[in-house]
């Protein structure tokens, strides 16, 4: 098993792709933390890895990934409890609702400012911090940039505003973790089942005014790859990847 041995920390891992990666996560051996805002739904993805099985213990450490005290207290409990950090999925995010530019509220363009852009900071500074100083030196970091990390979908200013700037945060983090053996990468992920995705078969606003149900794929096409990247030596680094459905309308977005 190729996290035997291993500590990782899956951000948002209450449901969705976070709890599928987690799941995938700790039957390849790591004992993951799990966080999110909402210990109930961390104690069942918990439960549902032991129930498939899964080798990896889990840890569940309720935290909102937005709020700075909260990740100080949550990366000195991996600190205290595990000694060492060796990978990091950045993943809780938010959306905002689907409005006009002109009409979006600010708080709601605030807090998906928050949780994604903001949160994978925090996250990405406070693995920094452990990373650096343990022995062996260094770590993985993957951040979830999403596909409108890409290509915006009608009326999503705040999402694709901050999904962009996770693809800065990436490259600045994959150049300045050199120093400390800190790979850095980031996954593009379109149209992953999910309940975040159930409205899509039905049919989502597309580019040109219109509706049009969209394909989705398994989650765990997204969970295999977070793994393929976790797996990754040292020496080697998936910056960017994009899992995407095969016939979701990314390329022709416009």
Same mark, same amino acid.
């Given at each position: 098993?190729?996290?035997?041995?291993?500590?990782?920390?899956?951000?948002?891992?209450?449901?969705?792709?976070?709890?599928?990666?987690?799941?995938?996560?700790?039957?390849?051996?790591?004992?993951?933390?799990?966080?999110?805002?909402?210990?109930?739904?961390?104690?069942?993805?918990?439960?549902?890895?032991?129930?498939?099985?899964?080798?990896?213990?889990?840890?569940?450490?309720?935290?909102? !990934?937005?709020?700075?005290?909260?990740?100080?207290?949550l990366f000195?409990?991996?600190?205290?409890?595990?000694g060492r950090?060796? !990978?990091?999925?950045? /993943?809780?995010? !938010?959306?905002?609702?689907?409005?006009?530019?002109?009409?979006?509220?600010?708080?709601?363009?605030?807090?998906? #400012?928050?949780?994604?852009? +903001?949160? #994978?900071?925090?996250?990405?500074?406070?693995?920094?911090?452990?990373?650096?100083?343990?022995?062996?030196?260094?770590?993985?970091?993957?951040? /979830?940039?999403?596909?409108?990390?890409?290509?915006?979908?009608? /009326?999503?200013?705040?999402?694709?505003?901050?999904?962009?700037? #996770?693809?800065?945060?990436?490259?600045?983090?994959?150049?300045?973790?050199?120093?400390?053996?800190?790979?850095?990468?980031?996954?593009?992920?379109?149209?992953?089942?999910?309940?975040?995705?159930?409205?899509?078969?039905?049919?989502?606003?597309?580019?040109?005014? +219109?509706l049009a149900?969209?394909?989705?794929?398994?989650?765990?096409?997204?969970?295999?790859?977070?793994?393929?990247?976790?797996?990754?030596?040292?020496?080697?680094?998936?910056?960017?990847?994009? #899992?995407?459905?095969?016939?979701?309308?990314?390329?022709?977005?416009?």
């Amino acid at each position: 098993m190729t996290g035997k041995g291993k500590i990782a920390l899956v951000t948002g891992a209450g449901s969705g792709i976070g709890r599928s990666v987690a799941i995938a996560m700790m039957k390849e051996g790591y004992a993951t933390v799990l966080t999110g805002r909402r210990k109930d739904a961390l104690e069942e993805t918990a439960k549902v890895a032991k129930d498939a099985g899964a080798s990896g213990e889990a840890f569940v450490q309720p935290a909102d !990934v937005a709020n700075p005290a909260e990740v100080d207290a949550l990366f000195s409990a991996i600190k205290a409890k595990h000694g060492r950090l060796d !990978v990091v999925f950045n /993943n809780a995010g !938010v959306n905002a609702p689907g409005v006009l530019l002109e009409d979006l509220q600010f708080a709601d363009w605030q807090n998906v #400012v928050n949780v994604n852009l +903001t949160g #994978v900071f925090l996250c990405t500074q406070a693995a920094f911090r452990i990373m650096k100083e343990q022995s062996p030196q260094g770590g993985r970091i993957i951040n /979830n940039g999403s596909i409108s990390a890409q290509a915006p979908r009608p /009326n999503s200013i705040a999402y694709a505003a901050t999904k962009h700037a #996770v693809t800065g945060v990436t490259k600045a983090a994959s150049l300045d973790g050199r120093k400390y053996n800190i790979a850095v990468g980031q996954i593009d992920i379109g149209n992953a089942a999910s309940n975040m995705t159930a409205a899509m078969l039905k049919g989502v606003p597309q580019a040109n005014g +219109t509706l049009a149900p969209e394909p989705v794929m398994d989650v765990q096409n997204v969970a295999n790859a977070v793994v393929y990247m976790a797996s990754l030596p040292p020496e080697a680094n998936v910056l960017t990847m994009t #899992v995407m459905a095969t016939t979701m309308p990314l390329v022709g977005r416009g």
